[in-house]
């Protein structure tokens, strides 16, 4: 029977005092029983509003009507269609402000769970490796084994083309493996998938750094008819201020790389990390939230998220503001560093502040930060991560030719095809959009191997 109950069904979390010292999965996910009663609420609206705001296109009602009938077997299948990673979407997918923003029951309620029940299809239906298809002849590489490289790599080997993907890392995975902490995404889910695609036929070449170990033009005399680039987003932007070179500065790339993909929280794992007292995170978004959230687990008494805008401004998910609150991370809003200052020794020992104030919009539509002027004030602090974007390595913009990018450093792609100035070049994901998602990277990454698909096959 329909559930007509106007709140989701809650999900179990670990307790805030107990997770924030330790990189447990945070949220525990439904229970059956709590499955079928979310499930129950969907109103399997025939115009489907809700899979209009999915950038993968996910079939929603379908599945969720397979759990409601408790087929989680058939739900994973469905999504299966056009999602290459729903273990993974259910859990770090903004959804939110995509697939749950569109649903029904959220105008006199709260909309249907989708990301929860996507999760709980993924992680409890049965285990079975795809199907291998017959292989058609054709062969494209894949630069980068991130969401977009992946997703991109899954679609065409569905198809039966021969793929081979190109991982500058010594771990596949991209952003999902060295970005998002264990306690939101645990490493054995992205393991699991990555499995599943080789299972596929995808094969992973890694450590190999495409501009470096190889060029593009080098794949294309190899006999790959067409190369899609992944790259990513991964390199760091500081403010410029005085101190930033100081010891105990970081990039919160860096300190994620360091934490996710070196394990440097467990002690078995040699990977070299200083262990701070108190820490300044600079930046409002899910990165930030990672970083802050990882540097309380990793021992910190104190930690600050530093941000110029107010709260409602805060670019993170709504959910990871929510639990870093939780966890005791404290938020220093409205002020922004103008100065690290460092000890005798060259290490940080505080961070110099200027309270801030909203005022006209900027270029993006908010409201821009002004300084408030004899407003400064100090952090003392030991520690200071940089979080504030980031934009894609210029190696592959150094080493190959025929590819227009934009001032920004980003391959100039076009939104539908990720067909690039040069043929049998495609790119997408963060490399052509600057960061952003996980689920817009793989959307991406689907689109440019239906186009890669139509190209290479249009001989035959």
């Given at each position: 029977?329909?559930?007509?109950?106007?709140?989701?069904?809650?999900?179990?979390?670990?307790?805030?005092?107990?997770?924030?010292?330790?990189?447990?999965?945070?949220?525990?996910?439904?229970?059956?029983?709590?499955?079928?009663?979310?499930?129950?609420?969907?109103?399997?609206?025939?115009?489907?509003?809700?899979?209009?705001?999915?950038?993968?296109?996910?079939?929603?009602p379908?599945?969720?009507?397979?759990?409601?009938k408790?087929?989680?077997?058939?739900?994973?299948?469905?999504?299966?269609?056009?999602?290459?990673?729903?273990?993974?979407?259910?859990?770090?997918?903004?959804?939110?402000?995509?697939?749950?923003?569109?649903?029904?029951?959220?105008?006199?309620?709260?909309?249907?769970?989708?990301?929860?029940?996507?999760?709980?299809?993924?992680?409890?239906?049965?285990?079975?490796?795809?199907?291998?298809?017959?292989?058609?002849?054709?062969?494209?590489?894949?630069?980068?084994?991130?969401p977009?490289?992946?997703?991109?790599?899954?679609?065409?080997?569905?198809?039966?083309?021969?793929?081979?993907?190109?991982?500058?890392?010594?771990?596949?995975?991209?952003?999902?493996?060295?970005?998002?902490?264990?306690?939101?995404?645990?490493?054995?889910?992205?393991?699991?998938?990555?499995?599943?695609?080789?299972?596929?036929?995808?094969?992973?070449?890694?450590?190999?750094?495409?501009?470096?170990?190889?060029?593009?033009?080098?794949?294309?005399?190899?006999?790959?008819?067409?190369?899609?680039?992944?790259?990513?987003?991964?390199?760091?932007?500081?403010?410029?201020?005085?101190?930033?070179?100081?010891?105990?500065?970081?990039?919160?790339?860096?300190?994620?790389?360091?934490?996710?993909?070196?394990?440097?929280?467990?002690?078995?794992?040699?990977?070299?990390?200083?262990?701070?007292?108190?820490v300044?995170v600079?930046?409002?978004?899910?990165?930030?939230?990672?970083?802050?959230?990882?540097?309380?687990?990793?021992?910190?008494?104190?930690?600050?998220?530093?941000?110029?805008?107010?709260?409602?401004?805060?670019?993170?998910?709504?959910?990871?503001?929510?639990?870093?609150?939780?966890?005791?991370?404290?938020?220093?809003?409205?002020?922004?560093?103008?100065?690290?200052?460092g000890?005798?020794?060259?290490?940080?020992?505080a961070?110099?502040?200027?309270?801030?104030?909203?005022?006209?919009?900027d270029?993006?539509?908010?409201?821009?930060?002004?300084?408030?002027?004899?407003?400064?004030?100090?952090?003392?602090?030991?520690?200071?991560?940089?979080?504030i974007?980031?934009?894609?390595?210029?190696?592959?913009?150094?080493?190959?030719?025929?590819?227009?990018?934009?001032?920004?450093?980003?391959?100039?792609?076009?939104?539908?095809?990720?067909?690039?100035?040069?043929?049998?070049?495609?790119?997408?994901?963060?490399?052509?959009?600057?960061?952003?998602?996980?689920?817009?990277?793989?959307?991406?990454?689907?689109?440019?191997?239906?186009?890669?698909?139509?190209?290479?096959?249009?001989?035959?």
């Amino acid at each position: 029977m329909p559930n007509m109950q106007n709140e989701k069904t809650a999900m179990r979390e670990l307790d805030p005092q107990y997770r924030a010292r330790c990189f447990e999965e945070v949220a525990c996910g439904y229970t059956a029983e709590e499955a079928l009663n979310e499930a129950a609420r969907c109103l399997n609206c025939k115009n489907a509003p809700c899979m209009k705001g999915c950038p993968v296109g996910v079939r929603i009602p379908e599945f969720i009507a397979e759990l409601a009938k408790g087929n989680v077997n058939a739900a994973r299948d469905i999504i299966k269609t056009t999602n290459a990673l729903p273990a993974v979407c259910g859990r770090v997918c903004p959804q939110e402000s995509q697939c749950e923003s569109r649903c029904v029951r959220g105008i006199k309620g709260q909309s249907v769970a989708i990301g929860r029940l996507e999760r709980y299809a993924a992680d409890n239906a049965e285990d079975i490796p795809p199907v291998k298809p017959e292989p058609n002849g054709h062969r494209v590489a894949v630069v980068g084994a991130g969401p977009a490289g992946l997703t991109c790599a899954g679609a065409l080997a569905a198809r039966g083309v021969s793929v081979t993907v190109f991982e500058a890392f010594h771990t596949a995975g991209g952003v999902l493996v060295y970005g998002i902490p264990e306690f939101r995404l645990p490493k054995a889910i992205v393991k699991k998938e990555i499995d599943n695609l080789e299972a596929l036929g995808v094969e992973i070449r890694l450590d190999c750094v495409v501009g470096r170990t190889k060029t593009v033009d080098e794949l294309f005399e190899e006999g790959y008819e067409a190369v899609f680039i992944g790259t990513g987003a991964g390199l760091p932007s500081f403010m410029n201020i005085p101190g930033e070179n100081l010891n105990g500065v970081y990039s919160a790339n860096e300190l994620l790389t360091r934490v996710n993909l070196m394990k440097a929280y467990l002690p078995e794992y040699d990977t070299p990390v200083k262990r701070f007292r108190n820490v300044a995170v600079v930046g409002g978004g899910n990165v930030a939230m990672d970083a802050a959230r990882c540097s309380m687990r990793l021992g910190a008494e104190k930690v600050y998220i530093v941000y110029r805008r107010g709260e409602s401004e805060l670019p993170a998910r709504a959910e990871e503001i929510h639990h870093a609150k939780e966890e005791g991370i404290d938020f220093k809003l409205l002020c922004s560093p103008v100065e690290i200052l460092g000890d005798e020794s060259g290490a940080v020992k505080a961070v110099r502040c200027i309270e801030m104030e909203l005022g006209e919009p900027d270029a993006s539509g908010r409201r821009r930060p002004v300084e408030k002027k004899g407003s400064e004030f100090e952090i003392e602090v030991d520690a200071v991560v940089m979080s504030i974007g980031t934009s894609p390595n210029p190696l592959i913009r150094m080493t190959t030719g025929g590819i227009i990018f934009t001032p920004k450093g980003c391959i100039s792609a076009d939104e539908e095809t990720g067909k690039t100035s040069r043929d049998g070049v495609y790119a997408g994901g963060d490399a052509v959009t600057g960061a952003a998602t996980v689920i817009l990277a793989m959307g991406a990454g689907k689109r440019a191997a239906e186009a890669i698909f139509d190209e290479i096959t249009r001989k035959d």
